[in-house]
């Protein structure tokens, strides 16, 4: 295969899928599965045969459209009709009524359409743009929407240069939270000496409530591999190694599957399209351990060792893996790339706000009528996630909060609701992008029971190498457990203050640094309630002061 | 072939696919408990020496991550998510019905060998939380009678007149 190659497949691709006047997208990720999307595949491909419409319908297997609360999910998109019809909660029973009257008759069954289309009104989909258009597991899908044609212009008239020149002009910034310019990165894992360089593409994902880079690799493994391909191309390195969660079955599935179709056609190997470019991508996977995505543990994770994170400099630029050059993307950051690559970096950075260009996945859960995963674009307000994009709060109930950033970001009330989603302004207000989490609270939970749950689960999650997070975290935690319990004093507001600045400002990296967020948030915003459970002992949302329940 | 000789070559299989290197020792300690269920303490010397490795840093790795077992798990395995949607939607309760039904705490099996429960934190289908994955079979939206129920099948049905 070489580089015009490429260009035929897609156009193949394209003429063999014209000759299908529907395509039926059934959402196949982690999250539809379990609500039978495999039963509703089948019952498709049955009932399109029963009514003798297999040669004019495409019935696909694909990912997720965001849309998870209402699974299984399917698309029905007919060729000449301007929009899609999404169909929710579909079983076996009702597809023979979508093929019979959407397929046969042409009349889109609406009592089953999703109810909430205004959910994808305020949605901008970049990275998640093949998610739930394509069959994951076909590289000629990828390759018909313009799949892999990036790389082919970076081979054929791109110097690597050229290639970092326009990552730079997109003002891309690391998707995996902490916001690092993307094009300075290259340009100094470019720079550095030592042979050989490597890239690692970071799919630890570890952040709970986080599930994008999940939906990503199950709905598009290919945007992947083209944006390591590009990072390859343009900083020198010929090996890739992607880092992936083994929490994620189907994932790690889909993606083996990826690697080996890429290898098949010389995407991958020794000379790629038969140039002079030589990189392959090899899978690592992770353990259980929410320490292994920060950038300097997930190295020694790949080396085989236990994750502990190590003071940098030297940066991982330099020497990263085995003491080589490395650059270290979270899957996010590289699925963008293909996309700046072919429309160029000026036209990326239009999307967002001036210092935060592009978009952003958001996973959205908790108390919200519209959970799903989302990708907007940067600078949109909480309060149009929340309540436009999100719902609003289920069961009458009334919004208390909103946790953005995992378990180690912050705790935001509803009067920072108009806050622009960007890193500056989520930092300033003491939370951070993180991966992607927006949990959102209501009035029936505890702020401070919140609060102790992600100090449990750092406290958990800490690694022990620095005295500050092994040791901080176990006394916030003591502290918590105190006020939770009747057993505490008014003083005890002061030392968690005290003690998660001092673990935030002296632990050694990104998961000591963050983790007293939630305790510092809450303490800022609901200080009512640490005064409530220490004065009165009592908890306005019966979560506190219970009895334990289990008997030996 | 006795079945310890067939774990045994399979093991051997994954450390020559893995070429014997080091940094293959995650991978090779996922195989190794998919092919024992766990990881005894005579699985571990052996692949220390197999990767030329100190038994130490293999333990080290092997207690550092959370999904390896170090200890046989039970017949049945009850895996709650203790992320922070599952959380948020309750999944607290159902762990607590489980313990009192099944007199069995988080990280423990019950004395028969029967059940284990773990936790875990976070599967990723946060969108359907709570979660709550019982054997292979993941439990979405779940509620505190269906996973009783499920477990109470799952065991044999023999749980079922006790409650």
């Not at chain 1, 089953?112 to 069959?135: E, W």
Request: aromatic share 6%; proline share 4%.
């Amino acid at each position: 295969m070489n580089l015009s190659d490429i260009q035929s497949i897609a156009e193949q691709e394209v003429d063999f899928q014209r000759g299908f006047t529907h395509r039926i997208n059934v959402c196949c990720s982690s999250g539809c599965v379990p609500l039978g999307a495999f039963e509703v595949l089948k019952a498709f491909q049955d009932a399109v045969k029963e009514f003798g419409v297999e040669k004019e319908c495409k019935v696909a297997k694909t990912g997720c459209f965001g849309t998870c609360s209402v699974g299984p999910a399917v698309i029905v998109d007919t060729a000449g009709r301007t929009r899609p019809s999404l169909y929710e909660n579909v079983t076996r029973e009702k597809v023979r009524k979508i093929v019979q009257d959407h397929i046969v008759l042409g009349l889109p069954v609406k009592e089953m359409l999703y109810k909430n289309a205004v959910t994808f009104k305020k949605q901008h989909r970049l990275v998640l743009r093949n998610a739930g258009r394509i069959d994951p597991s076909r590289i000629q899908d990828y390759i018909a929407l313009g799949g892999y044609s990036a790389i082919v212009k970076c081979l054929a008239t791109m110097t690597p240069q050229g290639a970092i020149y326009e990552v730079s002009a997109s003002r891309l910034r690391g998707r995996g939270g902490a916001g690092f310019s993307t094009g300075q990165k290259w340009g100094l894992v470019a720079r550095a000496h030592g042979s050989p360089k490597y890239i690692v593409a970071n799919l630890d994902e570890g952040d709970p409530g986080v599930f994008a880079n999940r939906t990503l690799a199950e709905a598009d493994p290919h945007a992947i591999i083209e944006g390591m391909l590009i990072a390859g191309y343009a900083t020198g390195a010929s090996k890739g190694y992607l880092y992936i969660r083994s929490e994620y079955p189907l994932a790690i599935q889909t993606l083996q599957k990826a690697i080996t179709q890429a290898r098949a056609i010389s995407l991958l190997g020794n000379s790629v399209l038969e140039t002079p470019f030589k990189f392959d991508i090899e899978l690592r996977f992770g353990a259980g351990a929410f320490v292994a995505g920060e950038e300097t543990a997930i190295l020694a994770s790949v080396e085989g060792r236990r994750a502990m994170p190590r003071p940098r400099p030297p940066y991982p630029a330099n020497s990263g893996l085995w003491g080589k050059p490395t650059l270290i993307q979270n899957v996010e950051t590289l699925a963008n790339i293909p996309q700046i690559v072919l429309n160029g970096g000026s036209w990326f950075a239009k999307i967002g706000t001036k210092r935060c260009t592009g978009t952003k996945c958001f996973s959205l859960t908790g108390k919200i009528n519209n959970p799903g995963l989302i990708e907007v674009p940067m600078g949109i307000t909480l309060r149009e996630v929340v309540f436009d994009i999100g719902g609003g709060i289920p069961d009458g109930r009334k919004f208390k909060a909103v946790l953005v950033g995992g378990p180690s970001g912050g705790c935001l009330p509803e009067t920072l609701l108009d806050l622009p989603i960007d890193y500056d302004s989520l930092t300033k207000a003491g939370a951070i992008m993180g991966s992607g989490g927006i949990v959102v609270i209501d009035d029936t939970d505890c702020m401070v029971d919140t609060s102790k749950f992600f100090t449990d689960f750092c406290m958990d999650e800490s690694c022990g190498k620095c005295t500050p997070c092994r040791a901080g975290l176990a006394r916030v935690k003591e502290i918590y457990d105190g006020i939770t319990s009747g057993n505490s004093r008014l003083e005890d507001i002061g030392i968690l203050e005290k003690t998660g600045s001092y673990i935030r400002e002296a632990s050694l990296c990104g998961l000591g640094q963050t983790a007293p967020n939630p305790v510092l948030t809450t303490l800022r915003y609901f200080k009512d309630e640490y005064l409530e459970h220490i004065q009165q002992k009592t908890c306005r949302a019966g979560k506190c002061f219970r009895k334990e329940e289990v008997s030996e | 072939m006795s079945a310890s000789e067939t774990r045994r070559n399979l093991l051997e299989k994954v450390m020559k696919e893995n070429g014997h290197q080091q940094s293959a020792l995650l991978e090779i300690l996922h195989k190794a408990q998919e092919i024992y269920g766990y990881l005894g303490k005579e699985l571990l010397t052996d692949i220390s020496q197999s990767l030329n490795l100190p038994p130490s840093t293999v333990y080290g790795v092997a207690t550092f991550y959370s999904l390896f077992k170090l200890t046989e798990p039970g017949e049945h395995i009850v895996t709650g998510c203790l992320g922070t949607a599952c959380y948020v939607k309750g999944v607290e309760e159902i762990m607590r019905g489980i313990e009192s039904e099944f007199k069995v705490k988080r990280g423990e099996t019950t004395h028969d060998k029967k059940l284990s429960l773990f936790v875990t934190r976070c599967i990723g289908a946060c969108a359907m939380a709570p979660n709550i994955v019982v054997d292979e079979e993941v439990i979405s939206k779940a509620t505190k009678e269906v996973v009783l129920g499920k477990i109470r099948v799952a065991l044999g049905g023999l749980k079922v007149e006790s409650v």
